[in-house]
């Protein structure tokens, strides 16, 4: 069964950064996208970021690019959302997702109805 366990989040102020990590676990065949996710209250999950388990093909919502950068290490089966220049409007339940596809050298989908594992979700908070 695959599993993710997120970690990292919590409050800045803007400008500053915080990093976030999820641990996956779970598959054994290791071709998957992972994404980041985020939603706030009252509005629609968006995606963030999202990348390729094997060829780390990336993509990224503009809102973020150039801000947030997503990597992963494969060694530990962790997947990573490094967010700088954090804006309040960044405020939002965090979350990773997956899901497995033989497809890796174009980027992950974008829609999360076609991620089908999720992790708890963790708390970014940015203040004025």
């Known amino acids: 069964q695959v599993q993710l366990v997120e970690s990292g989040g919590g409050s800045v102020q803007a400008g500053g950064s915080l990093g976030l990590s999820c641990v996956v676990s779970?598959?054994?065949?290791?071709?998957?996208?992972a994404g980041w996710f985020r939603q706030a209250p009252g509005q629609k999950r968006e995606a963030v970021a999202a990348?390729?388990?094997?060829?780390?093909?990336?993509y990224y919502a503009d809102s973020v690019k150039g801000r947030f950068t997503i990597s992963q290490d494969s060694a530990e089966n962790t997947l990573h959302l490094q967010m700088n220049s954090l804006k309040p409007e960044d405020t939002a339940m965090y979350y990773c997702?997956?899901?497995?596809?033989?497809?890796?050298?174009?980027?992950?989908?974008?829609?999360?109805?076609?991620?089908?594992?999720w992790g708890q979700g963790t708390q970014v908070t940015v203040s004025s």
């Open positions: 997702a997956t899901y497995w596809t033989t497809i890796q050298s174009r980027a992950c989908s974008a829609d999360a109805s076609v991620y089908n594992f």
């Open positions: 990348i390729t388990s094997v060829r780390d093909v990336t």
């Open positions: 779970g598959y054994t065949d290791r071709r998957y996208c």
